[in-house]
């Protein structure tokens, strides 16, 4: 919230300045009036560089945004003003973030704003599809059957998004604990019975060999070895964030055995829920399929959507440049075809939501239940080859002292 320099006069003539903290100057001038005092000049205190406030990905926890959503819906269906329900949501809520957010949009609100466009200057908390979809709900003056349906889908794409992390979460952490282990071994234990083989000077299965050489030369190159981690990881991100070579990067997850299909059923999920809600809010079809390319986070998707706007816009059909792509399903496509000639898309993209994010929930369990004995085989052989490898010239040292 920014800050003001404020002068003020109390009854007396005296006058006053300090600085104080307010969402604009006539929210300043409100709280100098409740303390007996009245405003003369305010200045906003300009922001420093250090000051700002930078975020990575939306603020808000999507639980705090989805509590938020289905209060506010009933608070409007009760008959509370939208002011008044953005003041009282506002106050109660936990998440500091939207706090502020919301006393600015209340201040907004009561000069005369809409509050699609007073949500749309908060970028960084209100995507543009919840933007897009709120500003049809005051359209219609549904608001808040929107605010509902908004919940519901945050909702619904919030517990997709968990399943899919629950489901890449075990091997990751497997991975991470593996690495551990075996550095740990590599640079501790190993050195140590290296010295205990020297000094008895006996010959040396090969793995004992060759595991001892990959801790000398783990010792001897840590430091090459953690420039090497460090620079493959800016190289991914730059690959990543790179849109010409990022879709490589998307083809190959998508083609990953066990992972793939997940995906595959995730992102499918997403986009027909995100394209399903939107139209049925009665966002236009091409705006719609604009906010789906951007939200659904997959190029080869996106690609595609962007070919069936095109398609739409000469007068096409939307289905016919998915039927050439192998990343939508045949059961969404011929979902969607009957939905655009029967006038029911919206209704037949909720169907396909539904049933994909189902597909998705069962999928993440059959994952873990078959990564899961996967893993622990992995970290056996792993850790069962490096112990191995001190065990069995230990046995050959035992014969030889008795």
């Not at 994952?367 to 992995?378: D, G, N, R, S």
Request: proline residues 3%; hydrophobic residues 50%; positive net charge.
């Amino acid at each position: 919230m920014p800050q003001f320099n404020y002068e003020a006069r109390d009854r007396r003539g005296k006058i006053h300045k300090g600085v104080l903290e307010a969402a604009s100057k006539q929210v300043l001038a409100t709280k100098l009036k409740e303390s007996g005092l009245r405003l003369l000049q305010a200045e906003q205190k300009k922001e420093s560089i250090w000051s700002k406030e930078i975020y990575i990905g939306n603020p808000v926890k999507p639980i705090d945004f989805i509590v938020f959503l289905r209060q506010f819906a009933i608070l409007i269906r009760s008959g509370v003003s939208i002011v008044e329900g953005t003041s009282i949501l506002g106050a109660q809520t936990e998440s500091k973030v939207l706090k502020k957010a919301l006393a600015q949009i209340e201040v907004e609100l009561r000069e005369g704003s809409s509050l699609s466009s007073a949500c749309k200057k908060h970028s960084h908390i209100f995507s543009p599809l919840f933007v897009n979809m709120l500003m049809a709900g005051e359209t219609s003056g549904t608001m808040d059957t929107t605010l509902e349906r908004l919940a519901d889908y945050y909702d619904k794409q919030y517990r997709t998004r968990k399943k899919l992390q629950s489901a890449l979460t075990y091997p990751i952490v497997i991975g991470i604990i593996t690495l551990f282990i075996v550095t740990f071994l590599l640079t501790y234990v190993i050195p140590t019975f290296e010295d205990l083989f020297v000094q008895f000077d006996s010959e040396l299965p090969f793995i004992t060999s060759a595991i001892i050489a990959i801790s000398d030369w783990l010792m001897n190159n840590i430091l090459f070895v953690l420039l090497i981690i460090v620079l493959l990881f800016v190289i991914f991100l730059l690959i990543f964030y790179n849109k010409s070579t990022r879709i490589y990067i998307d083809y190959a997850i998508m083609k990953m055995p066990l992972i793939g299909k997940l995906y595959q059923k995730a992102l499918i999920a997403r986009f027909t829920r995100t394209f399903g809600s939107l139209l049925e809010n009665s966002v236009p079809i091409l705006e719609s399929l604009i906010l789906s390319e951007r939200i659904v986070g997959n190029l080869i998707v996106s690609d595609v959507l962007q070919k069936a706007r095109r398609s739409l816009e000469t007068g096409n059909s939307l289905t016919e440049p998915m039927k050439k792509h192998w990343i939508i399903p045949p059961l969404v496509i011929q979902m969607m075809a009957i939905g655009e000639k029967t006038g029911s898309l919206d209704y037949m993209l909720q169907k396909a939501a539904d049933f994909y994010e189902a597909e998705v929930e069962t999928a993440t369990d059959q994952f873990k239940a078959m990564l899961e004995p996967m893993m622990i085989v992995f970290l056996a052989v792993i850790v069962g080859t490096i112990v191995l490898a001190i065990v069995v010239p230990m046995f050959t040292i035992f014969n030889t002292i008795q």
